[in-house]
């Protein structure tokens, strides 16, 4: 008979399923999908019933049928999915016996402190620009050339304000708003300096990068497997950076009357 | 414009437009292409579907059908959750000119107009949400008559 395990273990394994957990959903990953991980990662450490309540704004998980319990609070949710990726692949080493539950506290430790690739801003804002650009050509159906380097320019900026606005308050609204007034002021005044290109395609393409169709997608996926209430919550963030995004452009559009 | 221009130019920017939102959510490195290619062929698909005129809801169903599989047989492939294919292949489908649409007929003040744009949103991104439903239902319906014809095969064998 192996011996019942002790406390510092059950605290070890709390706070490496819910750090997990918590790095997933800022990750932006499927609820199914979180709940998985901790599961798979308490399991193939020897706990037999693993309890686990996965909200977008918080984890809650108890183990040793009841004795340990924890939660923890999820205040940010972007999309970065090397974060999905690599806790995925970690909880998979740790399920087949590769890595010790030590090792992965470590790697996801080291994770939540900023321990990850990413890419570099300017290429992050180049991607964006070329997103913009493109989508601006292929969503309008006539290919006007015209406003192909303005959608890149006015989405690049965009992105980057919207990327540095977010370090200065951590209300994400703010930095939506905050970003859409600068897209709209630089959109209407470069139409203001080249008069035959249109507003309202340079404005579509450069939007790209922020809209919330993407999280509308994924809040409706949710829904449909069944997870109600987290794809309410994330209808309703969707619904929130829409009316942020709308407000900045209509704001300016409405004072300089273009 | 010459329709072989007009293909080539919808490949090339729907893979530069998936893989540059790929740049900006931090995909891991070595999915970075094959994110552009199935951002390609659900955009091909859709386009396609739209110049048959089979309609806007048919179209976009279609598209995300093929992300749903294309998604499952790349993760498969590279050994890493679907997810990571998804989110960068939807973005060419995603209704960006209705919701622009309807923000524009807002501050003019045109409400019926905004109430249009907003319908279209609603139908196109429920017809993307579905299509990738349907493709996540069928591929695990074809992996479980694999399984249980391999079990099968070897009964008989053995």
């Known amino acids: 008979m192996n011996a019942r395990p002790g406390e510092l273990f059950y605290q070890d394994l709390l706070e490496t399923c819910l750090t997990a957990g918590e790095l997933m959903i800022e990750g932006g990953s499927e609820m199914y999908r979180v709940e998985d991980t901790m599961v798979r990662i308490a399991k193939s450490a020897g706990e037999p019933d693993p309890r686990v309540f996965v909200v977008p704004t918080g984890v809650f998980m108890s183990l040793d049928h009841g004795n340990y319990c924890q939660s923890t609070l999820v205040h940010e949710r972007n999309i970065n999915l090397e974060l999905v990726d690599r806790i995925n692949s970690l909880s998979r080493a740790f399920a087949d016996k590769k890595i010790s539950l030590q090792e992965v506290k470590n790697e996801v430790t080291k994770m939540a402190k900023g321990g990850y690739p990413t890419f570099p801003i300017w290429l992050q804002t180049i991607g964006a620009a070329i997103l913009s650009a493109t989508l601006m050509v292929l969503f309008m159906n006539n290919y006007d050339w015209i406003d192909f380097p303005a959608a890149a320019v006015v989405g690049a900026i965009g992105f980057l304000s919207f990327y540095y606005f977010k370090r200065f308050t951590n209300v994400r609204f703010l930095a939506e708003l905050v970003a859409a007034l600068i897209m709209t002021v630089i959109a209407a005044s470069l139409v203001r300096l080249f008069p035959q290109m249109i507003i309202d395609h340079i404005l579509t393409g450069a939007l790209m990068p922020l809209v919330p169709g993407l999280a509308l997608t994924n809040a409706l996926r949710d829904l449909f497997k069944g997870d109600i209430l987290s794809g309410m919550v994330k209808i309703c963030e969707a619904l929130l950076t829409a009316f942020a995004l709308g407000g900045g452009v209509g704001i300016v559009l409405k004072f300089l009357g273009a | ?158």
């Open chain 2, 1 to 158: 414009m010459p329709f072989w221009l007009e293909i080539v130019i919808n490949v090339a920017f729907a893979y530069l437009a998936s893989a540059g939102f790929a740049l900006t959510i931090n995909v891991p490195r070595r999915v970075l292409n094959l994110a552009g290619i199935s951002g390609i062929i659900s955009w091909i698909i859709y386009w396609l579907a739209m110049r048959a005129s089979m309609g806007r809801l048919l179209s976009n169903l279609l598209g995300s059908f093929a992300i749903g599989i294309l998604g499952i047989v790349f993760a498969r492939m590279k050994k890493c959750p679907a997810t990571v294919f998804y989110i960068p292949a939807i973005v060419p489908l995603v209704p960006g000119v209705p919701a622009y649409q309807a923000v524009r007929e807002l501050t003019s003040g045109n409400l019926r107009g905004a109430n249009d744009a907003v319908l279209r949103v609603i139908i196109v991104t429920g017809s993307i949400a579905l299509g990738m439903l349907l493709s996540n239902m069928c591929v695990e319906i074809f992996f479980r008559i694999k399984k249980f014809y391999k079990r099968h095969s070897e009964k008989y064998n053995n």
